[in-house]
């Protein structure tokens, strides 16, 4: 099984709200990935955890907190987005070489 | 700093045919290659990969080939199917790389006419 699971789908959120996305695995694996993606572009690196431990943030604006509560859960904690942080949000873990992407989020910052 | 280059950005063939796309990579010690297929709306997912202590690799219609004295690796699609139709994303991970960190193409469009 390579599932990783993230809800919500979609969000719609002002720029003043503070909203979470969820992405969750099950298979055990160690590190797990924060992207962030515009359409038809490549998927762009916004935090690595390895063992449930921060250990490459890409120089990502403060209004983007991420946390690993535990080894099968990561969140990422939004406020005060602007409207250019819209974009599909994909949560993604890795097996040995292997990174297995989730469904995304479908984020809209007004 | 890494960086992969990949061609073409767009790709048209008909049904049936046979696709190439082409990726250059500039980290010498990078040692794993994998391919990204993302239809609309949905995630990338993985559909073949590669280590560079292998020259290719075959999954029914589709395979990749690896050259790292040029440093560079191709996914080729044959008998091509509309299905086949999204964008298709390589990357390498450099053998130092910290946390796994994958470097991508620019993406193909690839776009199969019945």
């Known amino acids: 099984d390579t599932e990783v699971t993230q809800t919500p789908k979609h969000l719609v959120m002002g720029m003043t709200n503070k909203k979470s996305l969820k992405c969750e695995q099950h298979?055990?694996?160690?590190?797990m990935y924060w992207y962030k993606q515009k359409a038809k572009k490549p998927p762009e690196l916004m935090f690595v955890?390895?063992?449930?431990?921060?250990?490459i943030n890409e120089s990502v604006p403060s209004r983007f907190s991420p946390e690993c509560p535990n080894s099968s859960l990561l969140n990422l904690h939004l406020h005060a987005l602007q409207p250019e942080d819209s974009a599909l949000y994909l949560c993604?873990?890795?097996?040995?070489?292997?990174?297995?992407f989730g469904p995304g989020t479908r984020l809209t910052v007004l | 700093g890494e960086n992969v280059e990949q061609h073409p950005s767009t790709l048209s063939v008909q049904e049936g045919d046979s696709a190439v796309i082409k990726c250059t990579y500039s980290?010498?010690?990078?040692?794993?290659f994998p391919w990204y297929k993302q239809e609309l709306g949905k995630r990338p997912q993985l559909i073949i990969d590669?280590?560079?202590?292998?020259g290719e690799k075959k999954d029914q219609r589709i395979a990749v080939t690896l050259n790292k004295t040029a440093k560079h690796f191709s996914l080729h699609i044959t008998e091509t199917q509309p299905e086949d139709s999204a964008v298709y994303f390589c990357?390498?991970?450099?053998?130092?790389?910290?946390?796994?960190?994958?470097?991508f193409g620019q993406g193909t469009e690839l776009s199969v006419k019945p």
């Open positions: 993604a873990s890795r097996s040995d070489f292997r990174q297995y």
């Open positions: 298979m055990g694996h160690r590190a």
């Open positions: 955890y390895s063992y449930e431990k921060l250990s």
């Open positions: 980290d010498s010690a990078s040692n794993y």
């Open positions: 590669i280590r560079s202590n292998v």
């Open positions: 990357a390498a991970r450099g053998f130092y790389n910290q946390g796994g960190k994958l470097i």
